[in-house]
Antibody, heavy 121, light 111 residues
């Protein structure tokens, strides 16, 4: 059973960089066919897709966040990471990592439990 | 920012059938599969429907999905108290070469 777990600071100061890591267990991140993704949810609001990385390192980001987002992968640790720069209070949200089973269009089957990141001084 | 529009709320009594609509465009629902996610309070979303109308193993057949043109819908039959949750539709969008878009979300209340 594939499991994903987010980790990182729960509090980030304005203008700084938010950094989160997603550790994958029960499956190899190097397996092709999956988009390893980040999705966030502002408090009391809907879901916002941030972007994904393929095991090869290719990425795609939501255009609305593209200038501030970097997603990277460390296959040796079976982890992928999110960096969001120049954060403001508007970036306060629950951040989820998830796996899109893209090779057969099965959708986001596996999700992490989510981690709340608050941007505040 | 959501480009998929859902009604904010829907409700029904136990045993009833509830339907949630999801309206998109030719670049997303019109040309790609639709997915539905259920989010219980305080938990991560759970995949409910994939490829328009397929259920992952473990999802009750009370949940069904359909798609027509640039719209899709999720039906919950035999409504149960544990179905009270937020529901989101989603699809890939070709207009920006790979963006995944979620619907605005629908809160289902079991009366």
């Amino acid at each position: 059973q594939v499991q994903l777990q987010e980790s990182g600071p729960g509090l980030v100061k304005p203008s700084q960089t938010l950094s989160l890591t997603c550790t994958v267990s029960g499956g190899s991140i190097s397996s092709g066919g999956y988009y390893w993704s980040w999705i966030r949810q502002h408090p009391g609001k809907g879901l916002e897709w941030i972007g994904y990385i393929y095991y090869s390192g290719s990425t795609y980001y939501n255009p609305s966040l593209k200038s501030r987002v970097t997603i990277s992968v460390d296959t040796s640790k079976n982890q992928f990471s999110l960096k969001l720069s120049s954060v403001t209070a508007a970036d306060t949200a629950v951040y989820y990592c998830a796996r899109d089973d893209h090779y057969d269009s099965s959708g986001y089957v596996y999700w992490g439990q989510g981690t709340l990141v608050t941007v505040s001084s | 920012q959501s480009v998929l529009t859902q009604p904010p709320s829907a409700s029904g009594t136990p045993g009833q059938r509830v339907t949630i609509s999801c309206s998109g465009s030719s670049s997303n629902i019109g040309s790609n599969y639709v997915y539905w996610y259920q989010q219980l309070p305080g938990t991560a979303p759970k995949l409910l429907i994939y490829r328009n109308n397929q259920r992952p193993s473990g999802v009750p057949d009370r949940f069904s999905g359909s798609k027509s043109g640039t719209s899709a819908s999720l039906a919950i039959s035999g409504l149960r108290s544990e179905d009270e949750a937020d529901y989101y539709c989603a699809a890939w969008d070709d207009s920006l070469s790979g963006l995944y878009v979620f619907g605005t979300g629908t809160k289902v209340t079991v009366l």
